[in-house]
């Protein structure tokens, strides 16, 4: 029986240690065969708000077909990614997991045209982030324990899933929100599963582009990391058929793009040397990141897909029928907070009585953002009478 092991044994000495972690918000007594960081992956799991993620857009809508990425299989993708960075420099690999797995909990149906959406119908009530909300998931909407609110994640996780944050609500955050205020960064777990993210829809997101004939290889050759690895297949197995062909070309983007991220952030932390997570914390700019060269590809392909596919008429098309529908949710809801279900709509009418209209917005808010999609539409048709 393998019990007491230490979690922070071979890592390195910047690396998030459970050692010197910051901890939960409420104290625990530590889990006898599991590390800290562990723990706060399996709670993820766990969660209802993790399940909901398989009926959730990432680019194209659930019902359009089964073999397109979702909320779930992206941030499994981003996990299998931010693992393979973690070890290779040596930092925690659960902890790294850990806030892949929980980067998009926040988010709304529809994927990014239901964030804008969303955030447009909380314009004055003091907006909606997807990235605050899957901090506001973890810390207060997931209602599995007896003991406390939330998943009571520790500091280095819930760190890592705060990407993003004005200072306005930066303030509100006490100690998490010190470094937006402050302008110093995470610790390298999190910075890892910030580019683990990137690369992952980056990468799949051609792949479902292919797929959905949206756009083409043909296309996709305008793009220098894609051209170079296509030649090379070509080259290689000329007769290849072509969805064996995407699926090679893919793998080897990908392991081009990390090899490349784990080259240039172990070039820095040679170069800077930090002695803990606290020198990482202070220094002015994130050492993980990509080569010049890396990154000019990188943001090359970020900037094919946003103009090709993200802007294609189709995508379109949907981020109208998602404004519909979360528009009239939203409404409907705030009109009548009784037409939530009573879970919700008793915690709408608390939040009412101690922030007012606000209150009852950011209740409705979060009822509306935990929807999947195929159930925003069923609560579209059940209150505009449509069913």
């Not at 955050?173 to 690369?199: K, T, V, W, Y």
């Amino acid at each position: 029986m393998r019990k007491d092991r230490d979690p922070d044994a071979g890592l390195a000495p910047y690396a998030a240690l459970v050692a010197t972690s910051h901890g939960r918000r409420y104290p625990e007594p530590p889990a006898e065969y599991r590390g800290e960081f562990q723990r706060d992956r399996d709670r993820v799991v766990h969660s209802s708000a993790f399940r909901r993620l398989i009926y959730k857009t990432q680019v194209f809508l659930n019902h359009e077909g089964d073999m397109y990425r979702t909320r779930l299989t992206h941030s499994l993708e981003v996990a299998q990614i931010g693992r393979s960075v973690a070890s290779a420099l040596a930092l925690s690999e659960p902890l790294t997991e850990a806030i892949c797995l929980a980067h998009d909990l926040g988010h709304t149906p529809f994927g990014h045209a239901g964030q804008d959406v969303l955030n447009e119908c909380m314009r004055e009530y003091g907006g909606f982030e997807h990235n605050l909300q899957s901090l506001r998931v973890v810390d207060e909407l997931e209602e599995r324990y007896a003991q406390f609110r939330g998943l009571n994640l520790s500091f280095e996780t819930r760190e890592g899933i705060l990407k993003h944050c004005s200072l306005a609500n930066a303030r509100q955050l006490g100690e998490l929100g010190r470094r937006f205020i402050r302008r110093r960064q995470p610790g390298l777990e999190a910075q890892i599963a910030d580019l683990a993210d990137a690369i992952a829809y980056n990468n799949h997101d051609v792949d479902d582009g292919l797929r959905s004939g949206l756009v083409t290889v043909d296309d996709l050759c305008e793009v220098t990391l894609f051209a170079r690895h296509h030649a090379a297949v070509n080259s290689a197995y000329p007769n290849l058929p072509q969805r064996r062909m995407i699926h090679e070309i893919g793998r080897r983007m990908i392991g081009d793009v990390v090899n490349d991220l784990i080259e240039a952030t172990a070039r820095r932390l040679v170069d800077e040397n930090p002695a803990s997570i606290g020198a990482v914390r202070g220094m002015p700019q994130p050492l993980v990141g990509f080569s010049e060269a890396g990154n000019a590809e990188h943001l090359e392909l970020k900037k094919f897909l946003r103009t090709r596919l993200y802007r294609h008429e189709h995508i379109e098309g949907q981020r109208i029928g998602a404004a519909r529908v979360l528009q009239g949710l939203f409404d409907g809801f705030m009109q009548d907070v009784t037409r939530m279900p009573v879970e919700h709509r008793d915690a709408a009418l608390a939040m009412e009585a101690v922030s007012g209209t606000a209150g009852r917005a950011r209740g409705v808010a979060d009822y509306v953002a935990g929807m999947t999609d195929r159930y925003a539409f069923q609560e579209h048709a059940r209150i505009s009478g449509s069913v």
